[in-house]
């Protein structure tokens, strides 16, 4: 049987870190993209076949969240073609309070395969790779989080609990909650970052109207508006806000505070860039 690790959204945040990971450790890695070879969407169930040929292992990870309509449909019916296409093991990257998250780990638990789930909250890196870094830039970045704290996790201890999962046998059959070791707001973590890059940020709160009005006015995609929108509503109300000492029981070691975040991130100079 083929020990190849089929790495969905290998180009992503946690995906590329997994996949980098995977190579060194001398795995065989596929990637599961669209622009990979065999390509793969999860818009389009033609492409699964060819992608899941001689898989014996996956990684899971759903675009854009597994909160989307068609999420759970799309889980339930990969994970069949992946059970019939003979992988034997599935590490499924799920979202803390996510109703519909929790329905695809069921699915995935069910599914008569070897299974871990990693379960994570929001990850620093949105703050570095995408959705915040632009506003960062500029100088002002307006959300409605109205003071929420989160236990943002880092996308590299991520990483490492899932490669930990695919290449040790004895993460079969776990679930991982992964935060941070520390509870902060999106204003404080915008402040440290702000300090630490010795930027000029200016932070807004904003109602949720006037927050999707303005990812409108910016053409900001609807179904991107409707999958922030449901994320500040319906999972950054506080329910979330407490700790979890998933990396220390997957890793034997503690997670990455956000400060050690910041200040690797701080180096890469992607925060350095003028201020638009």
């Not at 299974?115 to 929001?122: E, G, K, L, N, P």
Request: hydrophobic share 45%; glycine share 8%.
């Amino acid at each position: 049987m083929s020990k190849e690790i089929l790495v969905m959204g290998g180009t992503g945040k946690t995906g590329r870190r997994v996949a980098e990971r995977l190579v060194k450790l001398n795995q065989t890695v596929r990637i599961g993209s669209r622009h990979a070879n065999p390509g793969f969407d999860w818009r389009d169930q033609s492409t699964w076949t060819n992608a899941l040929n001689d898989i014996s292992k996956v990684y899971i990870t759903f675009q854009p969240d597994l909160a989307v309509p068609g999420a759970v449909d799309a889980i339930e019916s990969f994970v069949k073609k992946a059970a019939e296409a003979g992988v034997e093991q599935l590490v499924l990257l799920s979202g803390r309070g996510e109703e519909e998250a929790q329905q695809c780990e069921q699915i995935v638990m069910a599914s008569g395969l070897a299974w871990t789930i990693v379960r994570a909250s929001w990850f620093m890196q949105n703050f570095s790779e995408n959705f915040f870094l632009d506003a960062l830039l500029a100088g002002h970045v307006a959300l409605p989080a109205h003071g929420v704290l989160e236990p943002f996790v880092d996308a590299d201890d991520i990483a490492d609990v899932v490669v930990a999962s695919l290449t040790d046998n004895n993460h079969i059959g776990k679930v991982y909650e992964l935060t941070g070791p520390r509870l902060i707001s999106f204003e404080q973590a915008i402040q440290e970052i702000a300090k630490a890059a010795s930027l000029p940020i200016h932070y807004q709160q904003v109602s949720i109207e006037e927050y999707t009005a303005m990812l409108r006015k910016h053409h900001v995609p609807q179904d991107l508006i409707s999958l922030l929108h449901y994320l500040f509503t319906e999972v950054l109300d506080g329910h979330n806000a407490y700790l979890t000492d998933g990396v220390k029981q997957a890793l034997g070691r503690e997670a990455t505070d956000f400060s050690g975040y910041v200040k690797k991130t701080v180096a890469t100079g992607v925060w350095s860039k003028n201020i638009i």
